[in-house]
C-alpha cells in the first residue's frame, strides 16, 4: 500500500542529487579577476589572444589561479585583490589601445563543477552592489528625425521624377510641400502615397497655391518611437560590453524609459563615459599619389589608418560622408561573391553626396573607415567602378557573417536614436551589498529553524520527515535559479524566504489529513495512504491559484517583481514536488514496509 517502485525512488535521488551539484558553486563564492575585452570588432578572442594574456602575467611575476577563454574575452582569476590591481595595470600598458581591461569576479567553483556547466547565480546591484541609471528618452527627437529626413527624401523624388514644386516646408509635425499648379500637385501626390507610405497626404489650396499637407500616420509614428527605444538599448548593450559587468541589466520602462544596472561597478564617471559612446563611419579617398614617410608619418593633407589585416594607408583628410547620413545599416550577403557584406541605407543628402563622390572618383579608391572610440580603421577600400546613386552602399571585405553583424549594429546603433538624459543615479556600495547578503540569509536561516522547531515539536518524526522534505525543496529551488543562471535580487531572496513558508503549508495539510484518519479509528497504514491522496486535492489548488498569481506579477510586472515572480513560481513547482514525492518517499522507507504498524509518531 505504501511503497513506490524502484524507478520512482531512482527518480527522487537522483533530482536530488543533481539539485546538490548544481547547489554547491554557490558555496565557494568568488575570487578577483581581470577581463581582457576587445575593443574592435574585427579583433577575436581566440587562443592567441589567451597565450599572450599568460606571456604579459607571467613577464610581470604574477601567477593567476585560472585563466579562462569566456566568449568575446580572456579572464584570469587571482587568489587576492593585490595581484588583481597589479595584473589589471600591467594588461593596461602591455595590450594597448585595442583592448579593455576591466576588474571583474569570477566564480570559485571547482573545474569538475565548471565542466558540469554548475555555475553559481548572478547577485543583482542590491547584493553585489554597483551603479544604477534611469534614463529618458527623448521623443520628441527621434520625430524631428524622420520628419527632416523624409523633408529631404521628399525634395529628392520629386527632383527624381522631375515634378516641379515651389518648395518643402515643416510646420510642427506636419511637412507642407507647394507646387505650381495642380497637374504638378496631382503627379507629387501620387508619388508621395507610392513612396511613402506611413504618410497621410492631404490637398490644400489657396488662391493660387497648390499644396500637400504630409504627415506621420499615428501606427507610424508609435513605431519610430518604439524602434527609437529599442536601437538606444542595442546602443547601450553594446556599450556596456567594454565594462566587463558580469550581468547587467538595461531594460525598458514604461513607453519612453531605459533602466541600466551595472552589478560590481563603483566607478560612476567610468560607467557614463562608456555609456556616452559613439561609433560612427566616415567615407574619404584613399590617397595613392603620396607615400608614407620616415617613422611612419602621414604627409600634409593626409590621415593613415590601418585595415583590418594592419597595412597603413593614407587617405585624404577631407570626409565626404559621415555615419550621421546613415539610415539603416543590415548585414547581408554580396550578390556577386557571396562573402558577407553590410548593406547601408543613406538619407537624401548622403545619397547625393555619395552619388557625386562616386561620379568624380571613377577608378579611383575609396575608404570606408570605421571609429571606435576615437580610433579609426579601414574596413574596405574598393576602386570605383561606375558612379553609384540611390543611397544604397554595401561595405564588404574580410569579415565572417559574425563581423558583419556586428559591424551593422555599430552602424545602425553606434549613435542613440534619440537623445537620453539621466534622471536618476545612484551608487550601491559593495559593504551594503554585502550587509543585505547577511541580512537576507540570516532571514532565510532563521526562518528555516523556527519552522523546523515548531514541526519537529508538534509532529514528531512526521515533522521531521516535513523539515527534511522543506530542505529538499531549498535545494531544488536554489539548483533551479542557479542552472538558469538567474540574476538573485533582494526580492528573490524575500521570495525564497516566502516560498520556504508555503511550502511547509503542504505538510502541515498531509499530516493532519493522517491524524485525522487515525481519529477515525483507520489503521495506521491506511491513514498514511489516504493522508497523502485525500490531502493532495488541496495542496494542488492552493499552488495553482499562487502560481496564477505569480504568472501574472511576471507578466505585468518589471524588474525586481519580475525577479520575484520567478522565484515564487519555481518555489511552488519545487514545493510541490518536495512535499508529496519527497517527504511520501521518506514515510515509505520508514513505515511501508511494517506490515503490523501499530502507531505513528505524529503527534
Not at 266 to 279: M, N
Not at 333 to 351: K, Y
Request: glycine share 8%; aromatic share 6%; with cysteine.
Amino acid at each position: 500500500m505504501n511503497q513506490y517502485p524502484l524507478w520512482k525512488y531512482l527518480l527522487i535521488l537522483a533530482a536530488l542529487l543533481a539539485g546538490l551539484i548544481y547547489t554547491l558553486p554557490n558555496f565557494y563564492g568568488e575570487s578577483p579577476a581581470v577581463q581582457v575585452s576587445l575593443l574592435r570588432t574585427s579583433l577575436k578572442a581566440d587562443a592567441a589572444l589567451l597565450e599572450r594574456v599568460g606571456n604579459v602575467l607571467s613577464a610581470a611575476s604574477l601567477v593567476p589561479e585560472i585563466t579562462t577563454l569566456d566568449g568575446n574575452s580572456v579572464k584570469a582569476r587571482f587568489a587576492d585583490t593585490d595581484s588583481q590591481l597589479k595584473a589589471k595595470d600591467v594588461l593596461g600598458n602591455q595590450m594597448g589601445e585595442d583592448y579593455v581591461v576591466a576588474l571583474n569576479l569570477l566564480p570559485r567553483s571547482p573545474q569538475w563543477l565548471t565542466k558540469l556547466n554548475a555555475l553559481p547565480m548572478y547577485l543583482g546591484l542590491d547584493l553585489r552592489g554597483g551603479v544604477h541609471f534611469l534614463l529618458q528618452v527623448d521623443m520628441n527627437a527621434a520625430l524631428n528625425n524622420a520628419l527632416e529626413a523624409a523633408t529631404g527624401d521628399i525634395r529628392s523624388m520629386l527632383r527624381e521624377q522631375n515634378i516641379p514644386y515651389s518648395g518643402v516646408s515643416r510646420d510642427g509635425k506636419v511637412l507642407m510641400v507647394k507646387f505650381r499648379d495642380a497637374e504638378a500637385r496631382s503627379k507629387g501626390e501620387d508619388g508621395i502615397k507610392q513612396r511613402f507610405s506611413d504618410y497621410t497626404v492631404n490637398d490644400k489650396e489657396e488662391g493660387r497655391e497648390y499644396s500637400l499637407l504630409v504627415a506621420l500616420k499615428p501606427e507610424a509614428e508609435k513605431r519610430i518611437q518604439d524602434s527609437a527605444v529599442q536601437q538606444n538599448l542595442a546602443t547601450l548593450r553594446n556599450r556596456v560590453n567594454e565594462l566587463g559587468v558580469a550581468e547587467p541589466v538595461i531594460q525598458q520602462q514604461g513607453a519612453d524609459r531605459v533602466v541600466v544596472q551595472l552589478p560590481g561597478v563603483q566607478d560612476t564617471a567610468r560607467a557614463k563615459d562608456i555609456l556616452g559612446r559613439t561609433a560612427t563611419l566616415e567615407v574619404r579617398m584613399v590617397d595613392d599619389e603620396h607615400v608614407i614617410g620616415a617613422g611612419g608619418t602621414a604627409p600634409f593633407g593626409t590621415d593613415m589608418f590601418k585595415d583590418r589585416q594592419g597595412t597603413p594607408l593614407l587617405v585624404k583628410k577631407q570626409v565626404i560622408l559621415t555615419g550621421e547620413r546613415i539610415n539603416d545599416a543590415q548585414p547581408g550577403f554580396d550578390n556577386r561573391t557571396n562573402e558577407a557584406a553590410v548593406h547601408i541605407n543613406l538619407d537624401s543628402v548622403g545619397a547625393r553626396k555619395f552619388k557625386e563622390a562616386t561620379r568624380e572618383n571613377v577608378g579611383k579608391r575609396m575608404a570606408i573607415i570605421l571609429f571606435e572610440k576615437g580610433k579609426g580603421e579601414i574596413i574596405t577600400a574598393p576602386v570605383i567602378r561606375e558612379e553609384i546613386g540611390g543611397g544604397r552602399v554595401q561595405i564588404s571585405g574580410s569579415m565572417d557573417t559574425m563581423e558583419a553583424q556586428d559591424t551593422a549594429l555599430l552602424l545602425r546603433a553606434g549613435a542613440l536614436a534619440a537623445p537620453m538624459e539621466i534622471i536618476e543615479e545612484r551608487t550601491v556600495g559593495p559593504s551594503l551589498g554585502a550587509d543585505n547578503i547577511a541580512r537576507g540569509f540570516d532571514s532565510t536561516k532563521i526562518g528555516f529553524i523556527m519552522v523546523s522547531v515548531f514541526m519537529i515539536v508538534y509532529y514528531l518524526m512526521f515533522g521531521m520527515i516535513s523539515v527534511l522534505a522543506l530542505g529538499a525543496n531549498l535545494l531544488l529551488l536554489v539548483a533551479l535559479l542557479s542552472m538558469m543562471q538567474a540574476t538573485l535580487t533582494l526580492p528573490g531572496m524575500a521570495g525564497i524566504a516566502l516560498t520556504l513558508g508555503m511550502a511547509i503549508d503542504s505538510n502541515v495539510l498531509i499530516n493532519e489529513r493522517i491524524r485525522e484518519e487515525l481519529r477515525n479509528g483507520v489503521t495506521p497504514q491506511a491513514a498514511i495512504h489516504a493522508g497523502y491522496d485525500r490531502a493532495f486535492g488541496t495542496i494542488l489548488d492552493s499552488n495553482v491559484t499562487t502560481m496564477i498569481a505569480g504568472v501574472a506579477l511576471f507578466m505585468f510586472g518589471s524588474g525586481p517583481i519580475k525577479g520575484f515572480a520567478v522565484v515564487l513560481c519555481l518555489g511552488i513547482l519545487t514545493s510541490m514536488f518536495s512535499a508529496v514525492l519527497v517527504s511520501r518517499a521518506m514515510v515509505n522507507l520508514m513505515y511501508g514496509r511494517k506490515a503490523r504498524l501499530a502507531k505513528l509518531a505524529i503527534g
